[in-house]
């Protein structure tokens, strides 16, 4: 992502958004990240200190490997969508809580919280454009598949080459050529290795 987004939470519950890197697919398994946590505001600030200090840095100077950004009930929230790595494979949480009154259920019941979670995982995308979401979107998140998908299109559907092929007498139509296409993403370094590079393929063939 690489552009400001802007959130409105326009119901009467608390949203937290969570996006955390999964992992780097390299052989035919997903490398796991380090668990270095980062805490969301104006800058992100590392949670491991030096010299006594807690270190901060600008969100567009370091990759993330995890952030959380919490947003009140009826409140507006603006930040940069910089910072994740494109192509790298992220999970995205979108967890809400809400009070429900005791007198609405039951008097004399104490105050519960109604909670809710739902989770994604996506290849990261770059947007060139502003973006605004409301809480039923973030709650949602498909959102993030739809520009998820239209990402990948632009990265991987020039690198094919779609024909009618002769393969020992039969003739195939309208077909390409895995191991070319492959070829093509890791020479554009859409991806980072050769099952990388299956793995985005497989995400355009699963929507």
Partial sequence: MGCQISVINN??????????????????HVESISNSRWSFG?????R??????PRSKKIADIGLDQ???????NSRLKFRGDGLSPNVLYEYTCSTSASVVADRVHKGEKEVKAKSQSSIQFFAFQLDHGLQLRAEELMDAKWIR?????????EILPGLRVQ?????GDVYDQCFIANELVTYILLHR?????PHAVALCQRLLEN
């Fill in 48 to 53: 491991k200190e030096r010299n006594g200090k």
């Fill in 146 to 154: 739809t520009y998820e998908l239209a990402h990948l299109c632009c």
């Fill in 42 to 46: 104006s800058t992100f600030s590392s």
């Fill in 190 to 194: 859409i991806a980072q290795s050769a």
């Fill in 11 to 28: 119901k009467d519950i608390s949203i937290r958004i969570q996006v955390k890197k999964v992992g780097v697919v390299r052989d035919e």
């Fill in 164 to 168: 009618d092929r002769d393969y020992y």
């Fill in 67 to 73: 952030w959380v950004c919490d947003i009140k009930p």
